[in-house]
């Protein structure tokens, strides 16, 4: 099956640091990545949709210049979290579709950032 | 833009006994309705999705029926287990647009 993989699984960084997060598409060209934010005991909520050589589009109140999201090519999307701060400290997760059947997102096993 | 409402938010069952969740959606045009079983500190899992030509789907013991006119579908998890204790999300969309979920149901299986 269509395996998502994102890098790192969990990082700690100190406040005003930038963090970058890798989502790739492992066995399978990705047409669009998203980008999910978790909090604890919530759901999912979209940050972003990157699609491959575009700009990405920011879900309203996601600072776009704090959440750099670049999408080089068709198995990488990369989400720098610039200038992190505690309130950032989440389960980042990405999801991408391309590697399977119409509408089938296929995440990656997400990202704990620690913000200290 | 689409909103999903999911129902209860928890959810305590006897193990053997059956379970069910219940989200509706408000997008009419969404015609992909998957739920993934999310464990603590990992990736949501797809378990079941349905598709807005289809009016169940059934998987051994898990099974979901949607109802486009209502625009509410739901999730049946027969003969629970311990094992099948997470929480559990439903999602909606249309074409290749993001996954819009539901706040999840905390489901206890009570051994």
């Known amino acids: 099956g269509a395996v998502v993989s994102q890098h790192p699984s969990w990082v700690i960084c100190k406040s005003g640091t930038s963090v970058k997060i890798e989502c790739r598409s492992l066995?399978?060209?990705?047409?669009?990545m998203f980008w999910y934010r978790q909090f604890p005991k919530q759901s999912l909520m979209l940050m972003a949709t990157?699609?491959?050589?575009?700009?990405?589009?920011?879900e309203q109140g996601v600072e776009k210049d704090k959440f750099l999201i670049n999408h080089a090519s068709l198995t990488l999307s990369t989400l720098t979290v610039t200038s992190a701060h505690p309130e950032d400290s989440s389960f980042y997760i990405c999801s991408a579709v391309g590697g399977g059947a119409m509408n089938e997102q296929f995440f990656g096993p997400g990202t704990r950032l620690t913000v200290l | 833009g689409e909103n999903v409402e999911q129902h209860p938010s928890t959810l305590s069952v006897q193990e053997g006994d059956s379970a069910v969740i219940k989200c509706t959606y408000s997008?009419?045009?969404?015609?992909?309705f998957p739920w993934y079983k999310q464990e603590l500190g990992k990736r949501p899992q797809l378990i079941i999705d349905i598709r807005s030509n289809v009016g169940e789907k059934k998987d051994q013991r898990i099974a979901v029926t949607l109802n486009k006119t209502a625009k509410h579908f739901s999730l049946h998890i027969t003969e629970t287990q311990p094992e099948d204790s997470a929480v559990y999300f439903c999602?909606?969309?249309?074409?290749?647009?993001?996954?819009?979920f539901g706040k999840g149901t905390r489901l206890s299986v009570i051994a």
């Open positions: 990157s699609n491959e050589g575009s700009k990405a589009t920011y």
């Open positions: 066995d399978f060209q990705a047409t669009t």
């Open positions: 997008d009419s045009a969404s015609n992909y």
């Open positions: 999602a909606a969309s249309r074409g290749n647009t993001p996954l819009v």
